[in-house]
């Protein structure tokens, strides 16, 4: 049997489906959760919803920050796991988790001494709110160090290919605090500090779970300088492009509150439907993670770039699949976010360009995730911010120059995804990323 075969027969669209669809119910427990406490807080009234809103926004970046060292991992994992060496994959997971936990102390540490100035930053002025949010914050940011190391278990997990195990340590957990916060904050009188120890409480439950199941893994748990620089090397790189990812997607929005309250809004709208389905393709990019990383670590270069060819057509056909529902529900969906006639109107000027990014999308979401799981994150980097500084930003600030609105913006964005899937297609032709062998 080739090389070519042997990787394709280990990964049928059976096994692909047992990898992404785990990922994508661990990649949503959060935001799912995030809801129901947005909720249950909403109903104490404004100043506490607008706190959980300051003090949120600094508890999704440092999981921003845990998402980053998953995926790094999960490629590292997976090249150890392909050559055969389970016990260095898992040693990975070791050095990933204390990383993990030492940058989640330094958050902890961080929130206690500086989270009242932060607050009043992000709060603009609100004594009220600021207040309430330093309070909450302070709180939350004892689960930093349980949240990381979660994140760094479902790298170093996702890349010997078990995700049955993250979804348990992940899902179990914040279902008991979605049960726990409405209790702790209304019969139990904590108010908005409920919400806080909840996320607490589930945050570092998970954090247990995944560390425990690196101690059943009987290896060595002594840090490793070496190894722990090499896994920050890589997560640079990869936080370098989500920067870049931020700085275009926060010019996007300024650029929308200039042509006013309805495009903005508009705007938000279709914005947060491109990310809910960006989650759901990049349960498939970690999917491809896991087994491109595996394919090269075993030495089988052909059947790397053989599953890079399915990986790349699946994700085209999930995008057909996402522009198929999005153009049906055109005079539909932008109604459940809003009952303004003036921001519906505005949604129709982007979603032309929303539908016909799709297709394209989804070849580039799961083109990045072979590369992230062929360790070829230094071309990721360097691609996202040409596409971003090239073709992105100019094009959605010439769109405000031109006073060409929200279409405008969205050509913009749809000009980004172009320039990466053109750049990642011809990566891909050129087999420069298949470099065989446990480490790269």
């Known amino acids: 049997m080739s090389q070519t075969a042997t990787a394709t027969a280990i990964a049928p669209p059976r096994r692909i489906a047992a990898l992404a669809l785990p990922a994508l119910v661990v990649l949503a427990a959060e935001p799912l959760y995030v809801l129901v406490d947005t909720a249950v ?44 060496d389970r016990a260095a994959a898992v040693a990975e997971g070791v050095q990933a988790s204390w990383l993990a936990l030492g940058v989640g102390v330094l958050v902890a540490l961080a929130m206690q001494l500086g989270g009242g100035a932060l607050a009043r930053t992000l709060a603009g002025g609100g004594d009220d709110v600021a207040g309430a949010a330093a309070q909450w914050l302070r709180i939350a940011a004892l ?35 979605a049960l726990l916060c409405p209790l702790l904050v209304y019969p139990a009188g904590l108010g908005l500090a409920g919400s806080a120890v909840a996320n607490v409480v589930a945050q570092t439950i998970s954090g247990a779970l995944f560390a425990a199941a690196l101690v059943r893994e009987r ?60 989650l759901v393709l990049d349960a498939l990019a970690i999917a491809a993670q896991a087994l491109i990383g595996a394919a090269l670590g075993a030495g089988d270069a052909a059947g790397a770039r053989a599953l890079a060819r399915r990986f790349a057509l699946l994700g085209g056909v999930a995008g057909v699949g996402f522009a198929v529902l999005i153009a049906a529900g055109a005079g539909v969906v932008p109604s459940w976010f809003s009952s303004d006639p003036q921001v519906r109107e505005q949604a129709m000027v982007a979603w032309p360009w929303f539908v016909a990014m799709q297709p394209l999308a989804g070849v580039v979401f799961a083109l990045d995730g072979v590369l992230i799981g062929a360790g070829d994150v230094r071309y990721l980097r360097n691609l996202t911010i040409v596409a971003a500084l090239g073709g992105f930003l100019p094009a959605i600030w010439l769109a405000h120059g031109l ?38």
């Open 41 to 84: 807080v909403g109903h104490l009234g404004r100043v506490p919803l607008a706190a959980l809103a300051v003090g949120g926004t600094v508890m999704t970046l440092t999981a921003w920050l845990g998402t980053v060292l998953a995926y790094g991992i999960t490629g590292r994992a997976a090249r150890r796991f392909g050559s055969g």
């Open 143 to 177: 689960g930093a160090p349980g949240l990381l190391l979660a994140a760094a278990g479902n790298g170093w997990l996702r890349g010997i290919q078990d995700t049955r195990r993250p979804l348990v340590f992940v899902l179990a957990p914040n279902l008991l605090s």
């Open 219 to 278: 290896v060595s748990l002594r840090p490793r300088p070496r190894l722990i620089r090499q896994q920050l090397a890589l997560s640079r790189d990869l936080l370098v492009r989500g920067v870049a990812f931020q700085a275009s997607f926060l010019s996007a929005t300024a650029v929308a509150a200039r042509f006013g309250a309805a495009a903005v809004g508009a705007h938000q709208i279709a914005l947060q439907l491109w990310f809910f389905t960006a």
């Open 403 to 440: 006073d060409l609105g929200l279409g405008g913006i969205w050509a913009g964005l749809t000009l980004f995804i172009v320039i990466r899937l053109v750049a990642l297609l011809l990566r891909l032709r050129s087999g420069g990323w298949a470099v065989i062998g446990a480490v790269r």
